[in-house]
């Protein structure tokens, strides 16, 4: 199969890497974004998101000709699908997922599709996404066949494509990793077989576009299992006196156990989402899914009833003084270390409860943000790590930033500690 223009619609964290990468092996690539913003940044050569490398790839890739961001769909011999999959807001804690952004886009590049076109859905989906964008297409050009009512005598190919990037390290992976290619027929995966490989390095292995779906589903609520295993194993070792985190290297000496760390509670918009999307389909079935996601969610609040008991402590030794004396600085806020990327932060979730509850000061440190987020703006201060050091009573580490962990625990002196990341 030839694709000489591919477009991929969606340029966040998954769509602006893909198109650009793919743009570097000389292939002609528009990029569509509904954000204004985000196509002149691009235009422009520059980024609009931090991830190590990307802007290298981007601006190479729009100086020599090969990639052109708009905001409105052109005709392309592939479409790739990377838009954000979040839940339904007016569902409360339902957590069903919200396929509007994946029928916008459906809608949008519908038009434009021409007999022989190949569409890829990269974005993390529930079980049965991708019929149901081959439905939505179907539906806006009744002119063309698609594999659900035409098999493989369709004029349209469709396929799922989950990506499977880690933040931090996308333009490596995206090139590296091996690729789960999940067609709505044998042919819509072999063409989508075909577009991977300009690419990929790794393996591309094929299935049906639903196993497809529930393996990225399934990857993410392995590694949430996991982090809610460890998350429990620290509550449960905080009550028996034991450091988990020496128990944990222990254990992992088995050669059959590989236990994650535990930490303040998981975040991001991938871990502490796609288990959902299992559980929101089969509510009665997805027991240990459901629990870790408990478990994890419930993280957050352990962290602030021990910052709550080390502020007891700090007073009790301290008996002339009272909780507005003392000075909590809390190191992080990221979702992880050492990004900047504060979405479905349990850090930030923990600080910001802190500042409503604790009548003291309350300082900040996070070396990969400029300004506190509004939410703690005239609540907490943003410091610098020497300065949280020198000032606080009890300190709070969240998130193991390459600077924090330099620092040895002889700096602490006497100040009291909740280390969520078994730093010191
Ligand atoms: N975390 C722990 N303990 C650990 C590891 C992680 O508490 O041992 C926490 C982190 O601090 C963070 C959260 O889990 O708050 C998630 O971080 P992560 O690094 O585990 O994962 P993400 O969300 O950045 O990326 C994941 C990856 N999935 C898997 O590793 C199975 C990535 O490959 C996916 O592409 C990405 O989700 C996605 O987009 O779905």
Not at 194 to 209: K, N
Request: some cysteine.
């Amino acid at each position: 199969m030839n694709f000489d223009t591919i477009s991929v619609i969606g340029l966040g964290y998954i769509g602006l890497p893909t198109a650009a990468v793919i743009a570097s092996r000389r292939k002609k690539v528009i990029g569509v974004d509904v954000n204004p913003h985000a196509v002149e940044t691009i235009n422009r050569g520059d980024i609009h998101i931090v991830e190590p490398e990307l802007d290298i790839v981007v601006h190479a890739a729009v100086k020599e000709g090969y990639l052109r961001a708009t905001t409105s769909p052109e005709p392309a011999d592939a479409f790739l699908i990377a838009v954000p999959t979040p839940f339904k807001a007016e569902n409360g804690n339902d957590h069903v997922p919200d396929l509007s952004y994946i029928e916008a886009a459906s809608k949008a590049i519908a038009p434009v599709l021409k007999k022989g076109a190949l569409v890829i859905l990269e974005s993390t989906s529930p079980v049965g996404a991708t019929e149901q964008m081959a439905a939505w297409l179907a539906e806006a050009r009744p002119d063309l066949t698609f594999p659900q009512a035409h098999g493989e005598e369709s004029d349209i190919r469709i396929a799922h494509c989950p990506e499977r990037v880690l933040p931090g390290h996308v333009v490596r992976e995206l090139v590296e990793n091996d690729r789960v290619i999940g067609g709505m027929t044998a042919k819509c995966s072999a063409a989508a077989t075909a577009l991977y490989q300009i690419f990929v390095e790794g393996e591309c292995i094929t299935t049906t576009a639903r196993t497809a779906e529930m393996a990225k589903l399934t990857e993410n609520s392995f590694r949430d299992v996991n982090i809610a295993f460890a998350n429990e194993l620290s509550i449960i070792c905080d009550k028996l006196d034991i450091n988990v985190w020496e128990l944990i290297r222990l254990a992992n000496r088995h050669p059959r156990v590989n236990i994650l760390q535990p930490g303040p509670g998981v975040g991001g918009h991938c871990i502490a989402v796609d288990p959902w999307f299992i559980v929101s389909e089969t509510p009665d079935e997805a027991r240990l899914i459901r629990t870790a996601r408990e478990v994890n969610d419930g993280k957050p609040q352990w962290v602030i009833d021990k910052v709550n008991e080390a502020v007891g402590k700090f007073l009790s030794a301290n008996p002339d003084k009272t909780a507005k004396d003392v000075t909590i600085a809390c190191f992080g806020l990221a979702f992880k270390p050492d990004i900047d990327d504060l979405r479905e932060s349990p850090a930030l979730k923990i600080v910001e409860q802190l500042a409503i509850s604790h009548p003291g000061r309350l300082l900040a440190v996070e070396p990969n943000t400029e300004r506190l987020p509004i939410s703690l703006k005239e609540k907490a201060t943003l410091v610098i790590l020497d300065e949280a050091l020198s000032k606080a009573d009890v300190i709070l580490m969240l998130v193991d930033h390459k600077g924090f962990k330099a620092v040895p625990s002889s700096q602490l002196g006497n100040k009291l500690l909740v280390d969520t990341r078994g730093v010191w």
